[in-house]
């Protein structure tokens, strides 16, 4: 059973940093994009930033451009999200997502 495991979220003043992780199991994933998203309270789930297996190719919304990093370790199965200078409005939930797997998400709220 293949599973996606976030982890990372949490509470953080407007400026700091997170690192978020998402570990895949029951799987090998090693050749496929892999993707965060999130969503916040009353909008639409949205993409945050993308990956390809090799690395080599990135792709960030414009929203976190500069700011987040996405990175992978594919002998570890596992991706992840540095965010730094967050702001209020990266408050969301963060899902993992690769193929047609989703992970249960994980809060990350930013204060003023």
């Known amino acids: 059973q293949v599973q996606l495991v976030e982890s990372g979220g949490g509470l953080v003043q407007a400026g700091g940093s997170l690192r978020l992780s998402c570990t895949a199991s029951?799987?090998?994933?090693?050749?496929?994009?892999m993707n965060w998203f999130r969503q916040a309270p009353g909008k639409e789930r949205e993409f945050v930033a993308g990956?390809?297996?090799?690395?080599?190719?990135?792709v960030y919304a414009d929203s976190v451009k500069g700011r987040f990093t996405i990175s992978r370790d594919n002998a570890k199965n596992t991706m992840y999200l540095q965010m730094n200078s967050l702001k209020p409005e990266d408050t969301a939930v963060y899902y993992c997502?690769?193929?047609?797997?989703w992970g249960q998400g994980t809060q990350v709220t930013v204060s003023s």
């Open positions: 990956i390809g297996w090799s690395s080599g190719n990135t």
């Open positions: 029951g799987g090998t994933f090693n050749r496929y994009t």
């Open positions: 997502h690769t193929a047609t797997y």
